[in-house]
């Protein structure tokens, strides 16, 4: 503070800032871009450790080895699917659970999709739970273990390996009595929806397009939860999913007890496909690290949750999906025996909590299972990968304040050298008829450097952020009379929106007068302080969104001025419509299935990018609608006009 109050001190930062902010920006965005990405380098992150230490993971004697009644079941659901292709077999799921002697409750619930999906159409499903309560406790708490059911005719990979372990689980937790926990098994159906109503029946909560039918029975507050999604009974690793809704993460002491009892049991663990390799040399290790930080960052950034597991976050209760994973001509395989002591230790690591996860880190990104980084040490990279654009908006500001009172002084010493003049001629001064009204002459201050000159400009931008995040409705109506798919209907309205969002400046250039016009510093520097508000709110929840942001839009943004060069000009709209939130989800989009998909050619890879984007506009928007995931809220009414003020900027400058 001293540095600051100092009129000497401040008098050097000002100058340091006008002089070169440019080199100041260029020199912290590439310190810390590098930055960010060495924190996959061993020594700048660190090992994970358990800061919760009640729960004393692997310290007990392992009591399962009931595998034989997990192949059994697996070989009996097997048989029963074949009957059940679209449904879930709910009385079958109701029997079992009611042979094992648990209280068994199937809950109905109903949805409809957004944008009339299904016209008015309801969705009738079921939810089936069973619970275990506990012999010491009266079911104050408890602990979930979930599997999601799908069926033979979906294309996505199966979970019967997943069903079988639940029920082993089941009937091997009722032998014993020393669980302090209620403990909830389960099975629900249509993805995330079945999950969302079970989860707003036991809270109580209400949703405009799930109807959650009554729950019969319920336990305590729930501490943890546990999704199971294993497709066989043989796996060669298990893939821990942690991503949850808008980007939260499960307390990182839940993830560091699976890796610990997984190594225990001698069971490979990984992230987002990523297994551990046996580095030859610090290079190729580094790599592999570097590639698993890119590849949680780039499912967090999404928003939209890895598993059933990312709906619990919303209620501070932790969880995450384990998904089994099996490979050809990968050795180790694994069957029910191992899972079932790695769940075994799980609950009952769950069963000594004395209180809610709280002692470990909830914002941290995992170079590997067994290290991290927190957020101590990724946001100060990240702070100067993002303050470019509040050093640049600094330096434009100091420029149009000493620019205004140059001009001021010059115009105080015009008006005394003219006064100086009539006098010595001996001649009245003559006060331009508008003193003599008592009217002010316009001073540079009250026409092109006041903030109200951009307000227009902002509303505006405003105007088309909110029209995109309120027209999806629209253009589905209006698309089924032209017999447009839904998809379609999106797609290409929200292009319409964005196309139309160009001709702003030209609007804008009509409206102006010659006075009114607004600095092109001026609005640069709003714009910059907008953009660096959003960056550095967003990191405070969802760092890999923001990173990613960050890593495009500050750049940009800095670069930017108008200019009088017909093909400089032409330049930066084309480096402003790729940085636009449009292009930026459909170079996502093309990097995201060069990573999955195969593709033949690059035309292909496009073409096929294109059609996959249709349906990541529309699961954003039932996403945003159905779940709160609120990507869709941000690039419609932050994003994309924050861009419009740039885009404006440098036609209107």
Not at 99 to 126: C, M, R, W
Not at 132 to 143: D, F, H, K, Q, Y
Not at 357 to 386: C, E, K, N, W
Not at 479 to 508: H, K, N, T
Request: with cysteine.
């Amino acid at each position: 503070m001293g540095l600051l109050s100092d009129p000497k001190s401040r008098a050097k930062i000002v100058t340091v800032i006008s002089k070169y902010n440019n080199k100041l920006c260029f020199l912290c965005y590439t310190i810390g871009l590098l930055w960010f990405l060495a924190l996959a380098y061993t020594p700048l992150n660190a090992e994970t450790y358990f800061s919760e230490n009640a729960l004393l993971p692997g310290l007990v004697t392992s009591k399962f080895y009931s595998d034989a009644d997990a192949e059994r079941y697996y070989s009996e659901l097997k048989t029963e699917l074949k009957k059940h292709e679209r449904s879930m077999p709910v009385d079958w799921l109701y029997t079992r659970f009611i042979e094992l002697g648990l209280d068994t409750y199937v809950q109905n619930y109903s949805f409809k999709y957004p944008l009339k999906i299904l016209g008015e159409q309801s969705v009738d499903a079921h939810n089936v739970f069973a619970i275990l309560r506990a012999p010491r406790a009266a079911s104050s708490e408890a602990v979930v273990l979930s599997v999601l059911y799908r069926p033979t005719a979906s294309p996505k990979t199966k979970t019967t390996g997943g069903f079988a372990m639940l029920f082993t689980m089941a009937k091997f937790f009722r032998r014993y009595t020393f669980w302090s926990k209620d403990i909830i098994f389960l099975v629900t159906e249509h993805e995330q929806v079945g999950m969302q109503a079970w989860l707003d029946a036991y809270h109580d909560s209400k949703s405009d397009w799930i109807s959650a039918g009554e729950l019969h029975g319920r336990s305590g507050p729930i501490q943890a939860a546990i999704n199971l999604e294993i497709p066989t009974n043989k796996i060669n690793y298990i893939d821990v999913q942690t991503e949850g809704l808008n980007g939260q993460l499960p307390n990182l002491d839940l993830v560091n007890l699976v890796v610990r009892l997984c190594k225990k049991e001698s069971i490979a663990v990984g992230l987002h496909g990523q297994t551990r390799p046996n580095p030859s040399d610090d290079l190729e290790d580094f790599q592999y690290r570097l590639a698993t930080m890119f590849k949680m960052m780039w499912a967090q950034a999404s928003g939209t949750p890895t598993g059933n597991h990312g709906l619990f976050h919303r209620y501070h209760i932790e969880a995450l999906t384990l998904t089994g994973k099996r490979v050809k001509g990968m050795q180790g395989s694994k069957g029910f025996g191992e899972m079932g002591r790695v769940m075994e230790g799980i609950f009952r690591s769950l069963n000594n909590l004395l209180e809610r996860f709280h002692q470990s880190f909830f914002f941290y990104i995992l170079p590997a299972t067994d290290r991290y980084v927190s957020i101590g040490l990724y946001m100060p990279p990240f702070g100067l990968l993002a303050i470019g654009s509040l050093i640049k908006a600094i330096g434009l500001w100091i420029s149009l304040s000493v620019n205004t009172q140059e001009k001021s002084e010059d115009g105080k010493k015009e008006e005394k050298t003219e006064h100086e003049t009539a006098e010595a001629h001996g001649t009245p001064q003559e006060n331009n008829q508008a003193d003599i009204k008592g009217e002010k002459k316009p001073t540079m201050d009250e026409t092109t450097f006041t903030l109200k000159s951009i307000v227009p400009v902002c509303i505006m931008a405003q105007i088309f952020g909110l029209g995109a995040y309120y027209s999806p409705d629209i253009f589905v109506s209006t698309g089924v009379p032209m017999r447009m798919s839904i998809g379609d209907s999106v797609q290409y309205g929200i292009l319409a929106v964005f196309l139309s969002s160009l001709a702003l400046p030209r609007l804008l250039n009509r409206s102006y007068s010659q006075t009114s016009r607004p600095s092109w510093e001026l609005l640069k520097c709003v714009a910059l302080i907008i953009q660096g508000t959003i960056l550095f709110s967003t990191s405070l929840m969802n760092i890999s969104l923001a990173f990613f942001l960050a890593a495009v839009m500050v750049p940009v943004g800095i670069v930017l001025r108008p200019v009088r060069n017909k093909f400089g000009q032409l330049m930066q709209a084309v480096l402003l419509l790729l940085s636009s939130p449009f292009s930026l989800l459909f170079i996502a989009t093309t990097i995201d299935i060069a990573m999955t998909e195969q593709y033949a050619t690059i035309p292909a890879l496009l073409g096929q990018s294109w059609q996959h984007m249709q349906t990541v506009l529309l699961l954003s928007i039932l996403d945003c609608q159905m779940f709160g995931n609120w990507m869709y809220n941000m690039a419609c009414i932050a994003v994309f006009p924050n861009w419009l003020l740039f885009w404006s900027m440098i036609w209107t400058g």
